[in-house]
Nanobody, 127 residues
Framework: QVQLVESGGGLVQPGGSLRLSCAASGRTFGGYAVGWFRQAPGKEREFVAAIKWSGGITDYVDSVKGRFTISRDDTKNTVYLQMNSLKPEDTAVYSC????????????????????WGQGTQVTVSS
């Protein structure tokens, strides 16, 4: 079982940037897709982005396309989410998760496809 720890959240003004990190321990990310999800108060958890095990395919929810970038560095066992042009509606707890299956041809979007979750990091976008 892999343990995931997110970091990099915080308070930022609208239009600002943050980079979230998701570090794995106990098992490498190698061979597994990784996703980012978020949950705002009173709302359901929402898929944000995912990256294929090989890094060659990425997927984003429409609301963050062009603003967020997911990447991975398997040598550091870390996945990143670069968030630019942040908006108040991006405020949420962001969590990363590792795919249940190895070598999936495309990164999944469904939360049920992910088997290991981090505790989350708070992102607040406010002036």
């Amino acid at each position: 079982q892999v343990q995931l720890v997110e970091s990099g959240g915080g308070l930022v003004q609208p239009g600002g940037s943050l980079r979230l990190s998701c570090a794995a321990s106990g098992r490498t990310f190698g061979g597994y897709a990784v996703g980012w999800f978020r949950q705002a108060p009173g709302k359901e958890r929402e898929f944000v982005a995912a990256i294929k095990w090989s890094g060659g395919i990425t997927d984003y929810v429409d609301s963050v396309k062009g603003r967020f970038t997911i990447s991975r560095d398997d040598t550091k066992n870390t996945v990143y989410l670069q968030m630019n042009s942040l908006k108040p509606e991006d405020t949420a707890v962001y969590s990363c998760a590792a795919d249940r299956l190895r070598l999936r041809s495309e990164p999944p979007r469904a939360a049920a496809a992910f088997g290991s979750w981090g505790q989350g990091t708070q992102v607040t976008v406010s002036s």
